[in-house]
């Protein structure tokens, strides 16, 4: 009887052992699935993680490349300003050169400066222009050098991962060991049979797990080794290239400090020479009109000297016309003075007395009348 009492209750111990050890091997095989899932989800949320921090790095690139555009932008708008200002400047002293070139004949002077000051803006746009083209390729060099640090972040992070669920695998199978020795301890006194080879089986598949999880693990450990001086290089250069962009940035607004101290300086130049924009030049302004309206007066007076000349000239030529006409009427009043006294004294014998000149040019009018009477008479008959 107490045998067949011990053999009952060996086999329900059995039977609830084997439903213990079933059910045992499904909540096994469910905290295995819920690792794996844990794993593939730390990974997920890892590699979500970097790439939130990359694009928030790329979100303060851009912004700072928003403002690096937004001052390039209002320089290049100065600039415009700048050289359209000097161009009117130019073409309005060129105008004023054109109209009044002998009043002023020192604006060659005063356009100086604005050429200077037209070819300094010129070259310092140039300036600015490499420059920014320099820095537009030490940008690219350090994106490349940035692109090739994340993917260098992003593996390291990847085994980080793998390397932090290894060492929870491996704490997992060192409990799972330590339970199964225990067991083992604890089972070994009651029954050497069956039991103990499953468990003995179980140890050693757990130990070779144990093994190549520690051998992938050593072989990570050993990746992130490599990988160290690679991303330490990287983050080295990309500090130097920073460091020198920052240099250049310094150099950048200290340069544009001195550009506007010598516009300033040019302003100041064209002030002091351009009467329109200095108010202080009004004494300059009135000699020059006083200057321009004499020579006015002296161009009018030469002109008018001119006139007086001509009109000299011209009384001259009627006086002497005058004189050789009087000459040649006088010299026929005398040939035909002559010719009546030598006639009269032929007809008479004796001569008639002299006549005054005023009595010889009354007396030649009236012989020419009397002749002019005889020839109207012939012709009539």
């Known amino acids: 009887m ?4 011990n053999t009952v209750s060996l086999e329900e111990e059995l039977k609830k052992a084997n439903a213990a050890r079933t059910q045992l091997e499904t909540y096994k095989r469910q905290v295995q699935d819920l690792h794996s899932k844990l794993s593939s989800e730390s990974k997920r949320a890892d590699t979500l993680a970097f790439e939130m ?3 928030e790095e790329k979100h303060e690139a851009l912004l700072k490349e928003k403002e690096r555009l937004i001052e390039q932008r209002d320089t290049l708008k100065e600039t415009n300003e700048e050289l359209r200002c000097s161009q009117v400047q130019q073409d309005h002293l060129n105008q004023t050169d054109a109209s009044a070139a002998k009043s002023y004949e020192n604006l060659a002077a005063e356009i100086m400066p604005v050429e200077y ?12 222009m490499l420059r920014l083209q320099q820095e537009g390729t030490e940008n690219q060099r350090i994106e490349e050098l940035q692109e090739q640090l994340e993917q260098k972040h992003r593996k390291m992070n990847e085994l980080e991962t793998e390397q932090r669920l290894s060492k929870e695998r491996i704490r997992e199978l060192q409990q799972q060991i330590e339970d199964l020795q225990k067991s083992l301890q604890e089972q070994g006194s009651k029954s050497e049979g069956e039991s103990s080879s499953k468990l003995k089986q179980k140890l050693e598949a757990h130990m070779e797990k144990l093994t190549e999880v520690h051998e992938e693990l050593q072989k990570k450990q050993e990746l992130i080794e490599d990988l160290q001086p690679d991303v330490n290089q990287n983050a080295q250069k990309i500090n130097e290239l920073e460091a020198a962009l920052q240099k250049k940035d310094e150099d950048m607004k200290a340069m544009e400090e001195r550009y506007k101290m010598y516009l300033e300086k040019a302003r100041n130049v064209i002030k002091t020479l351009d009467p329109k924009l200095n108010p202080a030049s009004a004494e300059i302004m009135l000699l020059r009109k006083q200057l321009a309206e004499k020579e006015r007066r002296i161009e009018i007076l030469e002109s008018e000297c001119k006139v007086a000349k001509f009109r000299d000239y011209e009384e001259k030529l009627i006086v002497s016309a005058w004189y050789n006409k009087s000459l040649a009427f006088q010299k026929l009043g005398m040939e035909s003075r002559l010719v009546s006294s030598s006639g009269a004294c032929k007809d008479t014998g004796a001569c008639t007395p002299a006549r005054s000149f005023l009595a010889q040019q009354r007396h030649i009018t009236n012989t020419r009348r009397n002749l002019s009477v005889k020839v109207s008479a012939t012709t009539s008959d």
């Open 2 to 5: 107490m045998y067949m009492h």
């Open 53 to 55: 921090k990359r694009l």
């Open 117 to 128: 000051r037209e070819v300094f803006i010129r070259l310092q746009h140039e300036n600015k």
